[in-house]
């Protein structure tokens, strides 16, 4: 139950008045994996941080796991919606990797054993235990993105939503990071103009256009219409040209 | 720029070193009360201006290079305590990563680049003349007499930190002398790169530069161009009058003896050099007088403005 | 700074965490900062006339440099850039002191060249010490090892994060450069209108960074104060004994009679 993530009426206004997001309904259910794709200004971004309170709805409501989204549910929606940002440096600014995994942990006024276990844990499921001394500065492209997943794991999310997560890898890590996605069985929402990974990790894709949303469906239905996606400025994956 | 160890000797380094210690403990507590500061934003700023330091603007007329030190731009988005912290901050990494500047002399260098541009440049003279919309010419007057002011400050600083350090191998006058045009020349240069930076970003984001939230009046502008005014004039008759003698004079006094200096031997030749070459004659000290006079009365009239405005803006928080 | 860029971000690199291996990296960096500090105050309080002095507070950087298998090499050419400003105050020296204190090869050695080589030699070996320090423990273990001898949370959060940031934020520089100059001859300094808009565009980039970073943390529950370190670092005996011995050993080097 508590892995649902629901979008109802949702509407929202920049403070200059324009609209970027304009009543969208969706309901993602337990432990399913969905994309969201759609041009750049499409609005990705501005859902993405409604999701976890970073915006607040202009009008309609986000429901996390059955709760609303309001000031007062903030922290506990904090901690079961995992966020993480396009670019890994912006989630990694402690001096060192452990730092960094164990700062939600320790917000959360954990004990420093229960912090220590959660992060250990945390780098265990990204394959990156060794790196757990290391400074940020010292890490590559991929090793990043993995740890900044770490950093959202360590809070023991039901839904991770992410934001254009193979950018900027090399074709071996970005490998390496479809493989660890497709061992989660957390709730998954992508971000992401990568089709072809949308094609092999989600069942289901979502997408928007201008703030709204254009289609909804499973990735067979979406990805065999080309004229759909040609309409929102995309192209289909190459698995299903 | 920054003072290295061997310019200092250690009763002063170490006074500067608990003055500056100070300051930094009261921005500690004057940015946890101030809500709008963000840590990041501090964290980021600094690495920016830091970086910023490493890139040469061509300064026109000569030929030479130069770069900004970014107190006033800093305070400008932090606020002063906020910028003071900040600068500070990036002055320490500075020594530590790649021996800019002294351990020892940190001190010197926090006050002589980040407190008189941070703490007395910013408030005083630049904020009250700033306003998000306000003109270009508004603009880089306020931050030319703002950098001006400050580097000045920093030039009759760093001057009385060798001369008592007995390392200046000048007298105290004659330094000044040295110094303070140089200073001006690069007071102005910073400010025109201050304000030009401030211009190109604040057609994107306005609201990244802090404005002052009372109303813009005549008398505020008046004053803050008075207290610039004031630096200014002020550091000049510094080295036409004879306060620095008087200054040399009354230091003997305090330190009972003389001066700590290299020796008398050098400081007659670089005069007899100085004198073939200076503008500024020997002085009448009945015009010493009539200027040491006019100094007292703008110290008074300073201190009760400053006294005002530190009532003002605790009645603004 | 007239090095290059990427000769800088490689030092920068180099200095994340410590270097040293062996029984020096054993020791806390509470009591290595501390013994730095000590060793630089009483190095620069050595008079300018001994200069044999001086010269022997070298010997133990080159010792604790083999120790902590750092190139005193490096050391010793990273530490030459001080040199420049120092030599300016020695030449006052040079100037003024005319008495003759000894001959060599026939040549008049007087008392303004003894103390300009001493100032010379202080402000080389000084520097070489705060960079052995640096490159054997690593800026951030220094930063912990200062808050806890004391210095606020706060400014050590901020060393860390202008350290953590600094990296990104001349790389972007170098990218913004690096456009400018393909469009134009390539400088080493640039025209204030063009140099203008590269420090403007990197502000806003940095401005940019923060936001987000604020949101990161926000996303992770932080409630705006400064979090709390976790103090992995003990002080041991080890550690006293480190402290007593390097405190005997610098009193020595700083009073003992040569003569």
């Known amino acids: 139950m508590h892995h649902s993530l629901e979008f109802k009426d949702l509407y929202y206004r920049y403070p200059n008045g324009q609209e970027a997001l304009r009543g969208i309904n969706l309901k993602i259910t337990h432990g399913e994996h969905v994309a969201l794709i759609g041009a750049n200004g499409a609005g990705k971004s501005t859902l993405q941080l409604l999701t976890n309170g970073l915006l607040m709805p202009s009008s309609g409501e986000v429901i996390v796991g059955g709760v609303k989204l309001q000031p007062s549910t903030l922290r506990l929606i904090r901690q079961s919606v995992g966020l993480v940002f396009q670019d890994a440096d912006n989630q990694l600014f402690m001096s060192t990797v452990e730092e960094d995994v164990a700062f939600g942990p320790r917000n959360l006024g954990l004990s420093e054993e229960e912090v220590s276990g959660r992060v250990i844990d945390a780098l265990r499921e990204v394959g990156a235990e060794h790196l757990l001394s290391k400074s940020p500065t010292q890490l590559s492209g991929g090793e990043k993105r993995r740890i900044a997943i770490a950093t959202t794991l360590s809070m023991t999310p039901s839904i991770l939503v992410m934001d254009e997560p193979t950018a900027n890898l090399d074709p071996k890590s970005r490998r390496q990071l479809i493989t660890l996605l497709r061992g989660f069985d957390h709730t998954l929402l992508l971000a992401t103009h990568d089709m072809d990974l949308a094609a092999e990790l989600c069942r289901r894709i979502v997408i928007l256009s201008q703030g709204e949303i254009m289609a909804d469906g499973s990735a067979e239905e979406i990805f065999l219409n080309k004229e759909l996606l040609e309409s929102c400025s995309l192209e289909q994956p190459y698995a299903y040209r | ?317 | 700074m007239s090095r290059s860029l990427d000769k800088i971000l490689f030092e920068l690199e180099q200095v994340a965490q410590g270097h040293s291996s062996g029984l020096a990296s054993t020791i806390d960096p509470r009591a290595r900062t501390l013994v730095a500090i000590i060793f630089l105050f009483g190095l620069l309080s050595i008079s300018l006339n001994d200069i044999g002095r001086i010269a022997i507070w070298a010997l133990p950087l080159i010792f604790l440099a083999l120790l902590c298998r750092v190139n005193y090499l490096s050391l010793l050419s990273r530490s030459l850039i001080v040199l420049p400003f120092v030599a300016l105050i020695g030449l006052f020296d040079i100037l003024h002191e005319r008495e003759v204190v000894a001959t060599l090869l026939g040549i008049r050695i007087t008392q303004g060249w003894i103390m300009a080589l001493a100032i010379m030699l202080r402000a080389i070996i000084s520097v070489q010490a705060i960079l052995l320090l640096i490159l054997s423990t690593g800026i951030n273990p220094i930063c912990r090892a200062l808050q806890g001898l004391g210095l606020p949370s706060l400014f050590v959060l901020q060393l860390m994060m202008v350290y953590r940031f600094l990296i990104i934020m001349i790389r972007q520089l170098q990218e913004l450069m690096r456009a400018a100059d393909s469009r134009s001859a390539a400088k080493s300094h640039y025209p204030l209108s063009l140099w203008a808009h590269l420090v403007g565009e990197l502000l806003l980039r940095a401005v940019g960074r923060a936001k987000v970073i604020n949101q990161a943390m926000k996303a992770r529950l932080w409630d705006g104060r400064v979090p709390i370190f976790n103090d992995k670092s003990c002080w041991r005996w080890r550690e006293t004994i480190f402290m007593i011995l390097s405190i005997t050993g610098i009193a020595l080097m700083r009073y003992i009679n040569l003569k």
Not at chain 2, 261 to 288: M, R
């Open chain 2, 1 to 317: 720029m920054h003072m290295s160890d061997a310019l200092v000797s250690a009763p002063i380094a170490l006074g500067a070193d608990a003055i500056a210690a100070t300051l930094l403990a009261i921005s500690i507590r004057k940015i946890y009360r101030q809500e709008r500061l963000s840590i990041p934003l501090m964290g980021v700023l600094g690495a920016f201006v830091f970086a910023a330091q490493m890139i040469n603007f061509a300064i026109p007329g000569t030929g030479s290079s130069g770069h900004i030190i970014g107190g006033i731009l800093l305070s400008s988005m932090l606020g002063a305590w906020g910028g003071f912290f900040t600068l500070c901050s990036v002055i320490v990494l500075q020594c530590l990563l790649f021996a800019d500047g002294g351990l020892l002399a940190l001190g010197c260098n926090a006050l002589n680049m980040a407190a008189f541009s941070c703490l007395v440049a910013y408030p005083l003279i630049f904020k009250p003349l700033y306003r998000a919309d306000c003109s270009t010419l508004k603009l880089f007057s306020a931050s030319i007499l703002a950098n001006i002011a400050a580097f000045l400050m920093g030039a009759i600083a760093v001057t009385l930190e060798t001369t008592l350090s007995g390392v200046s191998a000048l007298p105290l006058g004659r330094m000044l002398l040295f110094m303070l045009p140089i200073h001006f020349v690069i007071g102005i240069c910073e400010g025109v790169a201050t304000a030009l930076v401030i211009l190109f970003v604040r057609r994107r984001d306005p609201e990244l530069f802090l404005h002052d939230q009372r109303q813009s009046s005549p008398r505020r502008t008046i004053e803050a161009f008075a207290i610039a005014a004031f630096i200014i004039a002020a550091s000049f008759t510094l080295v036409a009058s004879s306060a620095p003698d008087g200054l040399e004079w009354s230091i003997e006094n305090v330190l009972q003896g003389e001066l700590p200096s290299p020796t008398s031997e050098l400081h007659t030749s670089a005069e007899l050099i100085l004198q073939k070459t200076a503008i500024i004659p020997d002085y009448n000290t009945f015009l010493a007088g009539i200027i040491g006079c006019a100094i007292l009365i703008f110290a008074t009239w300073l201190i009760s403005l400053l006294s005002k405005r530190v009532r003002g803006d605790e009645s603004q928080s």
